[in-house]
């Protein structure tokens, strides 16, 4: 059966499978080594990196990344990954290994040697978790698998294959047919009622100061490029989430950046003078919707999305668009210019002069060269080396602010990934064996960039990289602590120091770590080493660490810049029962988002 199982994926598009052989999938692993080269396994040293490998690679890529892992304590290693890839709507195989069916009285806790309930512990975190029960039904399911992992919305799906199965012998006339739309997602595509269309319409007609928040979905639906030909034409303020930052190249006179806290200050202020927010495949997430302070009282609201179940979530929108993003752009932007409807020269006006003192912000605290380094300087260098076929890829954390603000998206398209499903720290380095593989096409680099503490979680995976020789260039900004939780224990609970430093005397040197094990490892101290470190790096054929001693009171979070510079505005004391912990947690997270930004 593991022959039939690698001859479907071939046929579904699959070129790479992510992850860890076990006993129990050995005969997966034997089909996919008689069809090589056509389609490869990328072994990971560990199976919690598998399916961020995959997440990478079906961003990049439009079709459902694919990992592999065995039973028991390859599976429990799945649910981080798994998560991310659900609640950012990215498409997913996992396949699992299993006990023999008829060993189910002998899985309860390990009886028989690493089981346990699977199909339980998956089936909150997917779209859905099926348990083939026979060599007859393998091809239904992992045609069901595609299909539904690709469908709208897009979504993680297990294929948790017994042991019995994986080896028994398959009959030679079993069909095996594939649904060819379901290679790429979306695999299907369906418009809004024109009636919503027209309403949509006449509602950017009368608006006078109109933006849009672009979210993943945009990318997700493969739309960059028809999103950017209706701005060009209606030249509203554009802003994005993080996931759906390059929706619209950032360099367009009307594109603020990334609307999130740890995003652009632009963005922040100008969205609140907006009269109409339109939300264009992005869910209005805490981060995107500023706490969800936003839409304002007063702006009226479209919402842009495939999945119904987002229409009203946090809001009621004035006028509902459900449909494939693309699609639905596609008989907005008609009816638009149907319409006549152009820009407002006032509002571009005011979102360019704006725009233009931020940036100029930008650019000085980019090219300081004043010790300690800034991890601004660090994005300055990576940004003056970004080609066209290059992705940036973020740890979660202040690694996400630093490329928000300091690295523009030049282009529309996918070229920055970033972990906002779940936003668990040590997503960069596996997610660049997943975009190192599709990047073997293009010649592009990956670069991650993550904190001392994010490049800690996944640092075996460097190996992956070397044995692979990939290009991705690694940046560490290395400030010898965990950066946000020192600074939210500092500011909200009267100086604690708890469990966040990392750092002991010149340890750990995470260059010296990197090129024991294969990699170019770079450490850097002083910005005049900055450019012939990330020269070498750009240059090297294989993959490098880039380690940067950075400033540990560098934050990208506006507030907590404010907050730092005001001792004034320190918090002496936390309240004593949980009640009040909880309403005053929620009363600094409100001011984060409302206070006026540096």
Known sequence: MGDLLAKMLLDYGVEYVFGMPGGQTTALHDGISRLSPAIQHI????????????????RLTGKPGVCDVTVGPGATKLPDGLVEAFNASIPMIAIVGELPLDWVTLRHKGVASQGFDQQAFFQTITKATFTVPSVEALPDVVRSAFRIATSPRPGP??????????????????????EARCIHAPSVRYRPPQDDVARAAALISRARRPAIIAGGGVHGSDASDVLTALTDRLKPLVVTSLSGKGAVPESRPYSAGVLNPLGSAGAIELIKEADLLIWCGSKASQNTAMNWTLPLAGQATITIDADPTEHGRTFEPTVALCGDIRLTIEDLHAALREAGVEAQPEWLDFIATRKAALEN???????????????????????????????VISDASWSAGWIAQYIPAQQSGRQFLYARGQGGLGYSIPAAIGAGAVLRATGGYAVTVAGDGG???????????????????????NNGTLGWLQMWQEIFFSELRQ????????????????DAMGLLGIKVNEASELAAAFDAAFAFDGPSVIEVIVDPRATPIHSFRRRLADTSGKVAARPGTVYELRQWRAAADLRQSEETLV
Request: hydrophobic content about 45%; cysteine-free.
């Open 455 to 477: 490049h800690s979680f996944s640092v075996g995976e460097l190996a992956t990289l070397a044995q692979n020789r990939m290009r991705v260039v690694n940046v560490v900004l």
């Open 499 to 514: 469990s966040v430093d990392l750092s002991f005397g010149n340890k750990p040197d995470f260059a010296a770590a990197a």
């Open 361 to 391: 912000k930008l650019r000085i605290d980019s090219t300081t060269d004043t010790l300690p380094l800034k991890p601004q300087r660090v994005m300055h260098e990576v940004r003056e080396r970004l080609k066209a076929a290059d992705v």
């Open 43 to 58: 072994l990971v040293r560990d199976e919690r990196s598998a399916p961020y490998a995959a997440d990478a690679y079906a």
């Open 157 to 178: 799906v297990v294929i948790i294959v017994p042991h019995d199965v994986m080896d028994a012998p398959y009959p030679e006339n079993l069909a095996t047919p594939i």
